[in-house]
């Protein structure tokens, strides 16, 4: 696609069920990442993947959080049991090189409930 | 590690006036790049302006310049005749390609700055 793609758009989930939120990024871009937003927060990194290089997931806030990027492209975050602090917008971007400008998605607003 | 830090939660201009938002960084690199994005109410963060490090010329881009100091290492964004859809929150980033280990050129934000436009 012309850009990056998160699914879904939104999503409602019950207290304590597990989510799976995609990013499919540029076709050819080699760094993925997510990040969280809070209302009206900044942004809080989550995980950075670089090509075949181990992953950055040292923003991660708990082990129920955990990403998968397969064949270098397509990414997956998941959420386990989630709790209402889980509660954000989660962003995805990729960019062409280390040090290219990064694209974004449009996001998927998680409501846990 | 590299810090970001956005010291101005809100700013706001009239309509036509100029604005500049603040952003300082903290880095031992020589060699790095910094940006601008913009985030409207649609959520989509959009670039609006990049500066390489190891360029002395400050970058422009039509209504938006961005005033570099290196040995400050400030990085101020100036928006020239103001409109309304300039109304977002902006954020300022750094990257560097000579951070080791998984953190290769991961970008760090800092934490916003919500400008209001009034007319």
């Known amino acids: 696609g012309a850009g990056v793609s998160q699914s879904p758009s939104n999503k409602v989930t019950e207290k304590g069920k597990d989510v799976e939120l995609r990013c499919d990024p540029i076709s050819g871009h080699t760094a993925l990442y997510w990040y969280r937003q809070s209302l009206g927060q900044g942004l809080e990194f989550l995980i950075y993947f670089q090509g075949n290089s181990a992953p950055d997931k040292s923003g991660l806030p708990s082990d129920r959080f955990s990403a998968e990027r397969t064949g270098g492209s397509v990414s997956t975050l998941t959420i386990q049991r989630t709790q209402q602090e889980d509660s954000a917008v989660y962003l995805c971007a990729s960019s062409s090189s280390q040090f290219g400008k990064a694209f974004f998605g449009q996001g998927t607003r998680l409501t846990v409930v | ?119």
């Open chain 2, 1 to 119: 590690a590299q810090t970001v830090t956005q010291s101005q939660p809100e700013m706001s201009v009239q309509e036509a006036e100029t604005v500049t938002l603040s952003c300082t960084y903290d880095t031992s690199e020589s060699d790095y790049y910094l940006f601008w994005y913009k985030q409207p109410p649609s959520r989509q963060m959009i670039l609006v302006i990049r500066q390489e490090a190891y360029k002395q010329q400050n970058a422009t881009e039509n209504r938006f310049s961005v005033n570099f100091q290196k040995a400050a290492k400030s990085f101020s964004l100036k928006i020239s005749d103001s409109q309304l859809g300039d109304a977002a929150m902006y954020f300022c980033a750094y990257t560097s390609p000579n951070a080791g280990g998984t953190s290769y050129g991961k970008l760090t934000f800092g934490q916003g700055t919500i400008l209001t436009v009034h007319p």
